[in-house]
């Protein structure tokens, strides 16, 4: 696994340019122009179970799904930040991208760490050194596991809809 380091306030445009903003729409559209502005070897080089750290106020700026479910496309593990922008983080529930603020594990990383996250557990180890940070609500969890907020709550339907 690749850990992808960022600095504070990387708004949505630099997640994914605006100007595509009308003209894609699916993931396989919008994944080939992630990060194309701030990271350019993003997009081709990350693989599934990457990580993405960053500073305060990630996903900040306009409230596009596009740069979620791009980064949830992609096989981004989880984005692990100081801090996130409220609008960023709701659309990344709704799309299952997995968020995690935890700043000492975001300034503990080193060029060449690796990083291990167990959301289920509310740990993140970075290089040699485990940070905590409070578990994630088993309902946000679900959401990730089920691929976002959609098959999360149509699966839900049919379950009750079989046990009526």
């Given at each position: 696994?690749?850990?992808?380091?960022?600095?504070?306030?990387?708004?949505?445009?630099?997640?994914?340019?605006?100007?595509?903003?009308?003209?894609?729409?699916?993931?396989?559209?919008?994944?080939?122009?992630?990060?194309?502005?701030?990271?350019?070897?993003?997009?081709?080089?990350?693989?599934?179970?990457d990580i993405i750290l960053a500073g305060k106020n990630f996903g900040c700026g306009s409230s596009r799904e596009q740069p979620a479910l791009g980064l949830r496309?992609?096989?981004?593990?989880?984005?692990?930040?100081?801090?996130?922008?409220?609008?960023?983080?709701?659309?990344?529930?709704?799309?299952?991208?997995?968020?995690?603020?935890?700043?000492?594990?975001?300034?503990?990383?080193?060029?060449?760490?690796?990083?291990?996250?167990?959301?289920?557990?509310?740990?993140?180890?970075?290089?040699?050194?485990?940070?905590t940070f409070p578990k994630l609500p088993e309902r946000i969890l679900a959401i990730r596991d089920a691929g976002g907020l959609l098959p999360y709550t149509l699966?839900?339907?049919?379950?009750?809809?079989?046990?009526?």
């Amino acid at each position: 696994m690749r850990v992808w380091k960022y600095g504070d306030d990387i708004n949505t445009d630099m997640l994914f340019p605006g100007k595509y903003t009308y003209t894609c729409a699916t993931a396989e559209e919008i994944k080939p122009h992630l990060l194309e502005d701030l990271d350019p070897r993003f997009a081709t080089e990350v693989q599934p179970g990457d990580i993405i750290l960053a500073g305060k106020n990630f996903g900040c700026g306009s409230s596009r799904e596009q740069p979620a479910l791009g980064l949830r496309a992609v096989g981004v593990a989880a984005v692990v930040a100081k801090s996130f922008s409220r609008i960023f983080y709701r659309a990344a529930i709704n799309q299952g991208l997995l968020l995690v603020e935890c700043p000492q594990a975001v300034d503990a990383y080193a060029e060449g760490d690796g990083a291990t996250l167990d959301p289920a557990a509310g740990t993140i180890t970075v290089g040699a050194k485990t940070f905590t940070f409070p578990k994630l609500p088993e309902r946000i969890l679900a959401i990730r596991d089920a691929g976002g907020l959609l098959p999360y709550t149509l699966a839900r339907l049919k379950e009750q809809r079989e046990f009526a």
